[in-house]
């Protein structure tokens, strides 16, 4: 006789051995894959940040403005450090092994840390501007979440061009967004440069993608960008001029780079009716 107890003992033991066999292909992280977290969580502190340290003392009337600058520069500082895990955890997947969740953690944690938190950088903009509208900025900040969104599902489902991003990245965007509310413009310049962004992620406008060189610029420019909102943070002499600067450049590069790749495609495109004009002749 065999006792029932044992035997479902054993299937249950030959079941987690089956399990355990599986995991390394479904559920195991990679190294690749904990930097994709620490994208995630920038993201979420970048959100905290804003709350308890600029939108709560604004609410509850408690507000101090050193505090206020403090908790802003803090909460862009995490989306730059999101910006840098997020261009790490793509040159580590390519160099070693990544998941079969690391495509899934990439757009979640990039939705999260580009998405939610520039929007609701936004929306607490509207809010604690004197001369913002809360409601139509609300509206702006569901623009650049979806806008967001709308990116993450097309890179996830559309084929692109070797090299290069259809749409202005998710990284770059957010970045850019928050440079316009830091400039300090007037509400209507601030929310329409804010709209022009949320369109040029979802275009059809292509961007290099972040490799080589390229990469190694991307991450001077945020070490770079961390000085200059910490300079702005504490107060340093001069640290707001040099703020306004850093963040009118990241806005200037904003503009040119679709303007390159329009004029880099209307060139192509006459080379290429050049050339057929040339062959039909011969």
Sequence with gaps: MIDPDTQAAAWVAEAEA?????????????????LTLGNATCGFMAVYFT????????????????????????????????????LFDGLVARKLRSSAMGAELDNLSDLISFGLAPAFFVATWGMVANDANQHVSVVAAVVVLLAVVLRLARFSCVP???GMFQGMPGPFGALTVVSIVLLELPFVPTLLAIMGVAWLMVSRVEYPKPTGRLA?????????SMGLLAAW?????????????????????????????????????RDNRREARTAAQG
């Design 18 to 34: 089956d399990d355990d066999d599986e995991m390394p292909l479904s559920t195991r992280l990679s190294i690749a894959d904990t």
């Design 51 to 86: 709350t308890t340290g600029v939108l709560i003392p604004h609410l509850t009337g408690s507000e101090d403005g050193g505090m206020a600058r403090h908790s802003a520069a803090t909460a862009v500082m995490l989306m730059l450090l999101a910006s840098v895990f997020d």
């Design 160 to 162: 692109m061009r070797d």
């Design 216 to 224: 190694v610029a991307m991450l001077g420019w945020i070490i770079a």
């Design 233 to 269: 943070a504490f107060d340093a002499p001069g640290g707001e001029l040099l703020l306004q600067t850093g963040c009118a450049l990241q806005v200037v590069l904003g503009a040119v780079i679709p303007l390159f790749a329009t004029a880099r495609r209307v060139h192509t495109f």
